[in-house]
Nanobody, 123 residues
Framework: QVQLVESGGGLVQAGGSLRLSCAASGRIFSSYVMGWFRQAPGKEREFVAAITQRGGATAYADSVKGRFTISRDNAKNTVYLQMNSLKPEDTAVYYC????????????????WGQGTQVTVSS
């Protein structure tokens, strides 16, 4: 089992920045691919970014490329999502997730999920 706890969400003006954190406990964090997803009201959960076990490869949704950066610190069992140049359409609940399979943007590949943190971007 892996327990995931997100933090760092909040209210920010358009053009601003936030950094989300996801702290993991349980099984060996460094053995998991980590991903960030988001879900806006009335919409399906969508992929945001993912990072491989040692951070050697990353993947991003087209909508966030160049604005968001995923990173991880295996010594701290934590994955981060740095979000810059935020837009109102980035408003959503953001979830981190872990999978023992390969890097993927498909939610059903991920085995463990956090409870989510709200990000609200005002115009």
């Amino acid at each position: 089992q892996v327990q995931l706890v997100e933090s760092g969400g909040g209210l920010v003006q358009a053009g601003g920045s936030l950094r989300l954190s996801c702290a993991a406990s349980g099984r060996i964090f460094s053995s998991y691919v980590m991903g960030w997803f988001r879900q806006a009201p009335g919409k399906e959960r969508e992929f945001v970014a993912a990072i491989t076990q040692r951070g050697g490869a990353t993947a991003y949704a087209d909508s966030v490329k160049g604005r968001f950066t995923i990173s991880r610190d295996n010594a701290k069992n934590t994955v981060y999502l740095q979000m810059n140049s935020l837009k109102p359409e980035d408003t959503a609940v953001y979830y981190c997730a872990a999978t023992s399979r390969g890097i993927s943007g498909r939610p059903n590949v991920y085995d463990y999920w956090g409870q989510g943190t709200q990000v609200t971007v005002s115009s």
